[in-house]
């Protein structure tokens, strides 16, 4: 009888330890953080754009920076770091708050994106002229106030994201800010 409850009590001890490094390894595969000669980059591996909250503590700072970048998916990003200091991840999470992906898959959101408008697509981006000059803009189709997260490559290949909030039916234009190339990221309604 000592035998078998024994037994079970290690059969469910090694059920919960062999799955509580899956969930805490999964997390550390979208998003880290690489030393290069110039600084730091910031690396996602995952196949879904992530928003990563990043600390930075330098010795003689008494308080730690918090900077928010929005990631691409597959991408690196080159981080304005400079010198010594301790840089760490303190989260990462999907742009998508409504799509579920390898790391937040044990985090299922059991309520209904549809009715929030999680799900809707409303910004597009077109050319636009004015006073002969050609740029971009951003256009909001729905009724509602939306946000949009725009990402701009410049000619060396970093990035730089915007979070930019747009009211319904109406387009602004979007400045080019050195950047060669710009995109949408993500949408989801204002709150």
């Given amino acids: 009888m000592l035998n078998a409850k024994y037994l079970f009590f290690i059969f469910i001890l090694f059920l919960v330890w062999h799955w509580l490094p899956v969930e ?12 290069t000669a110039s600084g730091e980059q910031l690396i996602n591996s995952c196949n879904s754009c992530r928003i990563v909250k990043l ?59 549809s009715s929030s408008g999680v799900g809707k697509r409303c910004i597009l981006m077109q050319r636009i002229d004015k006073a002969g000059v050609t740029g971009l803009a951003i256009a909001n189709t729905c009724k509602e106030c939306r946000i949009a997260v725009v990402d701009r490559v410049d000619l060396s290949g970093s990035r730089r994201s915007q979070n930019i ?27």
């Fill in 24 to 35: 805490a390894n999964a997390a550390l595969k979208c998003s880290r953080l690489f030393k």
């Fill in 55 to 113: 600390q930075r503590k330098r010795p003689s700072a008494a308080a730690p920076i918090t900077r928010t970048y929005t990631v691409p998916p597959k991408t690196t990003t080159n981080l304005s770091f400079r010198g010594p200091g301790r840089s760490r991840v303190l989260s990462d999470t999907s742009c998508h708050p409504g799509v579920i992906d390898d790391k937040d898959k044990h985090k299922e959101n059991k309520s209904n994106p």
């Fill in 165 to 191: 909030a747009i009211s319904g039916n109406s387009i602004i234009p979007l400045p080019a800010k050195g950047a060669a190339q710009a995109g949408i990221m993500s949408e989801k309604p204002c709150k």
